[in-house]
Nanobody
Framework: VQLQAFGGGLVQAGGSLRLSCVGS????????LGWFRQALGKDREFVAA????????VYRNSVNGRFTISRDNAKSTMYLQIDSLEVEDTAVYYC???????????????????WGQGTLVTVSS
Protein backbone atom coordinates (compact mmCIF):
# COMPACT_ATOMS: atom_id res chain seq x y z
CA VAL A 1 0.00 0.00 0.00
CA GLN A 2 1.35 3.39 -0.97
CA LEU A 3 0.00 6.38 0.92
CA GLN A 4 0.13 10.07 0.12
CA ALA A 5 -1.00 12.81 2.48
CA PHE A 6 -2.30 16.14 1.20
CA GLY A 7 -3.95 19.26 2.48
CA GLY A 8 -1.48 20.87 4.84
CA GLY A 9 -0.78 24.55 4.80
CA LEU A 10 -0.53 27.79 6.76
CA VAL A 11 -3.65 28.61 8.75
CA GLN A 12 -4.48 31.14 11.43
CA ALA A 13 -5.39 29.93 14.87
CA GLY A 14 -9.07 29.15 15.06
CA GLY A 15 -9.24 28.11 11.43
CA SER A 16 -9.86 24.73 9.84
CA LEU A 17 -8.13 22.34 7.50
CA ARG A 18 -9.00 19.00 5.97
CA LEU A 19 -6.16 16.61 5.38
CA SER A 20 -6.49 13.76 2.93
CA CYS A 21 -4.60 10.50 2.65
CA VAL A 22 -4.92 8.67 -0.64
CA GLY A 23 -3.89 5.07 -0.98
CA SER A 24 -2.96 2.90 -3.91
CA UNK A 25 -2.24 -0.77 -4.23
CA UNK A 26 -5.33 -2.06 -2.43
CA UNK A 27 -8.64 -0.94 -1.10
CA UNK A 28 -8.84 0.62 2.34
CA UNK A 29 -11.48 -1.91 3.33
CA UNK A 30 -10.18 -3.95 6.23
CA UNK A 31 -7.27 -1.63 6.96
CA UNK A 32 -6.69 0.11 10.25
CA LEU A 33 -5.88 3.74 9.44
CA GLY A 34 -4.20 6.36 11.54
CA TRP A 35 -3.03 9.93 11.65
CA PHE A 36 0.10 10.89 13.54
CA ARG A 37 1.97 14.15 13.83
CA GLN A 38 5.48 15.23 14.62
CA ALA A 39 6.37 18.72 15.72
CA LEU A 40 9.89 20.04 15.31
CA GLY A 41 12.15 18.50 17.91
CA LYS A 42 9.46 16.22 19.30
CA ASP A 43 8.54 12.58 18.97
CA ARG A 44 5.84 11.41 16.60
CA GLU A 45 2.52 11.26 18.41
CA PHE A 46 -0.83 9.69 17.77
CA VAL A 47 -3.68 11.95 16.65
CA ALA A 48 -6.58 9.84 15.44
CA ALA A 49 -7.36 6.41 14.04
CA UNK A 50 -10.07 4.48 12.30
CA UNK A 51 -10.28 0.78 13.17
CA UNK A 52 -10.25 -1.97 10.56
CA UNK A 53 -13.99 -2.34 10.89
CA UNK A 54 -14.49 1.28 9.89
CA UNK A 55 -16.26 1.89 13.18
CA UNK A 56 -15.99 4.76 15.61
CA UNK A 57 -12.78 6.74 15.45
CA VAL A 58 -10.26 6.91 18.25
CA TYR A 59 -8.63 10.19 19.21
CA ARG A 60 -5.84 11.66 21.24
CA ASN A 61 -7.40 13.24 24.30
CA SER A 62 -6.13 16.72 23.55
CA VAL A 63 -7.74 16.84 20.10
CA ASN A 64 -11.04 15.15 20.84
CA GLY A 65 -13.88 17.33 19.62
CA ARG A 66 -11.68 19.36 17.28
CA PHE A 67 -10.43 16.57 15.01
CA THR A 68 -12.63 14.20 13.03
CA ILE A 69 -11.36 11.19 11.16
CA SER A 70 -13.32 9.66 8.31
CA ARG A 71 -12.72 7.26 5.47
CA ASP A 72 -14.06 6.36 2.05
CA ASN A 73 -13.03 2.80 1.35
CA ALA A 74 -14.28 2.93 -2.23
CA LYS A 75 -11.96 5.84 -2.95
CA SER A 76 -9.13 4.49 -0.78
CA THR A 77 -9.06 7.83 0.94
CA MET A 78 -8.95 8.89 4.56
CA TYR A 79 -9.61 12.36 5.89
CA LEU A 80 -8.76 14.34 8.98
CA GLN A 81 -10.96 17.37 9.54
CA ILE A 82 -9.24 19.78 11.91
CA ASP A 83 -11.27 22.59 13.43
CA SER A 84 -10.41 25.30 15.95
CA LEU A 85 -6.74 24.96 15.09
CA GLU A 86 -4.25 25.88 17.79
CA VAL A 87 -0.63 26.94 17.46
CA GLU A 88 0.26 23.71 19.25
CA ASP A 89 -1.20 21.75 16.32
CA THR A 90 1.72 22.86 14.15
CA ALA A 91 3.46 19.70 12.92
CA VAL A 92 4.01 17.40 10.01
CA TYR A 93 1.00 15.12 9.81
CA TYR A 94 1.47 11.54 8.64
CA CYS A 95 -1.06 8.94 7.63
CA UNK A 96 -0.51 5.27 8.24
CA UNK A 97 -2.21 1.96 7.54
CA UNK A 98 -2.12 -1.61 8.72
CA UNK A 99 -3.99 -4.73 7.56
CA UNK A 100 -3.63 -6.49 10.90
CA UNK A 101 -3.67 -3.86 13.62
CA UNK A 102 -5.77 -4.58 16.69
CA UNK A 103 -7.94 -1.95 18.33
CA UNK A 104 -5.74 -1.54 21.39
CA UNK A 105 -2.75 -0.72 19.19
CA UNK A 106 -4.34 1.96 17.02
CA UNK A 107 -2.31 4.64 18.81
CA UNK A 108 1.03 2.86 18.49
CA UNK A 109 3.21 3.97 15.54
CA UNK A 110 5.12 0.69 15.36
CA UNK A 111 1.86 -1.20 14.81
CA UNK A 112 1.45 0.33 11.36
CA UNK A 113 2.99 -1.21 8.27
CA UNK A 114 2.58 1.60 5.77
CA TRP A 115 3.26 5.32 6.03
CA GLY A 116 2.68 8.35 3.86
CA GLN A 117 5.24 11.08 3.35
CA GLY A 118 3.61 13.68 5.61
CA THR A 119 2.04 17.07 5.07
CA LEU A 120 3.02 20.19 7.01
CA VAL A 121 0.41 22.07 9.00
CA THR A 122 1.50 25.45 10.33
CA VAL A 123 -0.81 27.40 12.61
CA SER A 124 -0.06 31.07 13.17
CA SER A 125 -1.23 33.07 16.16
Amino acid sequence: VQLQAFGGGLVQAGGSLRLSCVGSGRTFRGLGLGWFRQALGKDREFVAASPRSGGTGVYRNSVNGRFTISRDNAKSTMYLQIDSLEVEDTAVYYCAASPSIIHSSLGVPSAYSYWGQGTLVTVSS
